[in-house]
């Protein structure tokens, strides 16, 4: 079979053969028992990056997010958060079935990136007939927006309304090392703006398995505890947080390379197509949205790049996505920007 060009996610890379032989050669134990030296070397590296007292290593960004949220909230609490936010449309309701809590979506005038304004009217009274809202999520960089990243300034001002209302504040930093990459400031300068933070090595820092939550040593303690009823609880997972380890270590320089990928792409599509369509300005890291005016259905789109021998994803919207990563070369991108105005005009 003819190798595809696979622009789904970020999330298809395989390890190196460095990755590999850092995962074989891990030593470890049994981390149900907290005796996996190379997950406590690994969650204690992840809680400096991010200037916190603890880090938990967890499966996926998924799990990571629930658990945040399982340790801000109560029953009938609400998490305030962006209405094309991962943890709202891609996480099966998790919140409502394991914690019990509601999601209050609001919608974001600017690239999927809440401002203070936009959260003030969505915090709830204090009436016993209303939920409390207990937490706000926001997600750097936005998924569905397109990898768009949140301003600095932004979060300080949303970060000061929650702190004013008794408001919690957690960051879905999937994707935060790109967005690192793209602003210029520390994951730590980031993280110091909210109680707790969830991370990914298998997106754009290619490690096969896990995310990390951190935060305050209790939080985590206690997240610890839902991880483990949730069945998030792992033995010698020192084989895969060393995976983890080496991508935090040698990978997360390298995501201007993928920023570049992506810029190159939509360069291409918009200069060469009449009928797709991209906003340039939200190709800021490493996912591209585009639009095919007048053009065949989205899942019929999507068959006739594999046909082409290209792989790309649904976005938001009736709009197509294409993510840049490590195991597709520049030349790889461009080619498939030019196939695709090849097809679509």
């Given amino acids: 079979m003819n190798k595809f060009i696979d622009l789904r996610s970020d999330t298809v890379t395989k390890p190196s053969p460095a990755m590999r032989k850092a995962m074989a050669d891990a030593p470890v134990g049994d981390d149900v028992f907290a005796e996996d030296p190379t997950v406590i070397e690994l969650q204690e590296e992840v809680a400096a990056i991010l200037g916190k007292e603890a880090a938990l290593y967890a499966p996926s960004g998924c799990m990571a997010n629930q658990l945040a949220i399982a340790v801000h909230t ?28 509601q999601l209050n979506p609001v919608k974001a005038a600017d690239r999927g990136l809440l401002s203070a304004e936009d959260i003030r009217p969505a915090i709830r009274e204090k009436a016993y007939y209303m939920p409390v809202s207990r937490v706000i999520a926001l997600e750097n960089t936005h998924n569905r927006a397109g990898g768009t990243v949140y301003p600095m300034e932004r979060i300080r001002e949303i970060a000061a309304l929650a702190r004013g209302n008794d408001i919690m504040m957690h960051l879905d930093g999937a994707r935060l090392w790109n967005a690192c990459v793209f602003s210029g400031h520390s994951p730590k300068e980031y993280a110091d703006l909210f109680d707790t933070v969830s991370v990914c090595f298998s997106k754009g820092l290619g490690a096969p398995v896990g995310s990390a939550l951190a935060g305050p040593k209790e939080l985590i303690a206690t997240a610890r505890r839902f991880r483990k009823i949730w069945g998030g609880g792992m ?24 920023h570049a990928k992506a810029r190159r792409f939509a360069e291409v599509v918009c200069n060469d197509s009449k009928h797709i369509e991209i906003d340039r300005n939200r190709v800021e890291t490493n996912i591209v949205l585009l639009k095919i005016e007048g053009g065949p259905d989205l899942p019929h789109a999507l068959s006739m790049l594999k046909e082409k021998g290209m792989l790309l994803s649904l976005g938001s919207h009736g709009l197509l996505r294409a993510v840049t990563h490590m195991d597709v070369t520049m030349e790889e991108c461009e080619n498939a920007a030019y196939a695709l105005v090849d097809l679509f005009g």
């Fill in 74 to 101: 109560t029953t009938g609490d609400e998490v305030i958060l962006e209405a094309d936010a991962h943890i709202y449309n891609y996480e099966t309701t998790a919140a409502s079935v394991l914690s019990r809590v």
């Fill in 235 to 258: 033995r010698q997972a020192g084989i895969i947080a060393a995976g983890a380890l080496y991508a935090l270590r040698h990978h997360r320089e390298r995501l201007a390379e993928d």
